[in-house]
């Protein structure tokens, strides 16, 4: 298959690239390519002319989204426009990755693909515009909601992930405040394209949620982390109100991989193996000699 991956430096790239290499993959970086430019959209795909485009570009700062919404509506809803438009010209499937912040959490059990979505954010409005771009304008598509992603490309990049930054404030000793009520299913973007891709080789087109198994809290994320890698900073919880965040998040937005599995897939696995997994790769990537042994 000819796959056409766009935003190649981020952590779910990274993952896709490893599970496509029975694929003819070409990346393209957001200075390579400006999904908001449609002329430039159309001109790539039809120039390349790929059986599949995949789209993990986005403008995914949750509470910058809160002041830049012009931004934000630009890149996750007219930029997933125009490569819906461009992926429909050429007969390609689009894959789109969408997020759990499209849902106001008020349901309190995990949320199937079904329910009707209802943000809170200007982030989760315009990631579910993007949503609807994908499904009025391109015939052929995968769209993901996915929730909590990290991956151990973001252990070298600069926007990190939640697992680096609560690494980085532990080796830094200060306090860690972390919310307790704000409930998700944390998600490895090694999980999420390892059962992506035997997806993408199906005629099973639609609307997916993937995430890992199981829910906690951010707080009890921390927790765990700490608790994988035998560390014991000063961690305690606090309430989304004292946190102050700009941008309102869903008070329960776990989401149920419901299609999925009714595709006749397995589930993933529960988000605390994932974790550990992450754990080990990160610390051989960070510590290749120790990995080695004693050669």
């Not at 979505?117 to 304008?137: F, N, T």
């Not at 390892?194 to 099973?204: D, G, I, N, W, Y």
């Not at 869903?250 to 599995?261: E, F």
């Not at 974790?275 to 051989?284: I, Q």
Request: glycine fraction near 8%; include cysteine; hydrophobic fraction near 40%.
């Amino acid at each position: 298959m000819q796959i056409l991956l766009i935003g190649a430096k981020g952590q779910l790239a990274e993952d896709l690239r490893r599970f496509l290499v029975q694929d003819e993959v070409v990346s393209v970086t957001h200075g390579e390519l400006e999904i908001c430019h449609g002329a430039a959209v159309q001109a790539l795909a039809d120039r390349l002319r790929p059986d599949c485009i995949i789209n993990t570009a986005a403008f995914h700062r949750v509470d910058a989204c809160e002041d830049q919404a012009d931004r934000a509506f630009a890149v996750n809803a007219g930029g997933v426009l125009n490569l819906a438009r461009a992926a429909q010209r050429i007969g390609a499937v689009l894959v789109h990755f969408s997020t759990n912040y499209v849902f106001d959490g008020a349901k309190g059990f995990p949320y199937v693909e079904t329910d009707p979505p209802r943000p809170l954010s200007i982030y989760g409005m315009s990631k579910l515009a993007g949503e609807w771009a994908v499904q009025q304008y391109c015939e052929k598509y995968f769209l993901v909601r996915t929730c909590g992603l990290y991956g151990v490309a973001g252990s070298s990049s600069r926007g990190g992930n939640f697992v680096e930054s609560m690494l980085r404030l532990a080796g830094e000793g200060k306090p860690i405040r972390v919310v307790s009520d704000q409930i998700v299913n944390p998600t490895s973007t090694r999980d999420l394209a390892e059962k992506l891709v035997p997806l993408m080789r199906t005629q099973q087109c639609g609307l997916y949620h993937m995430t890992n198994t199981g829910e906690c809290s951010w707080y009890d994320f921390a927790r765990e982390i700490f608790c994988q890698v035998g560390l014991s900073p000063d961690l305690a919880p606090t309430s989304s109100e004292a946190l102050g965040a700009k941008a309102r998040r869903p008070a329960y937005s776990v989401l149920d991989n419901r299609a999925w599995r009714t595709a006749g897939f397995p589930d993933f696995r529960p988000w605390q193996q994932a974790l550990a997994e992450y754990l080990g790769e990160r610390r051989k990537w960070k510590h290749p000699e120790t990995s080695r042994g004693n050669r």
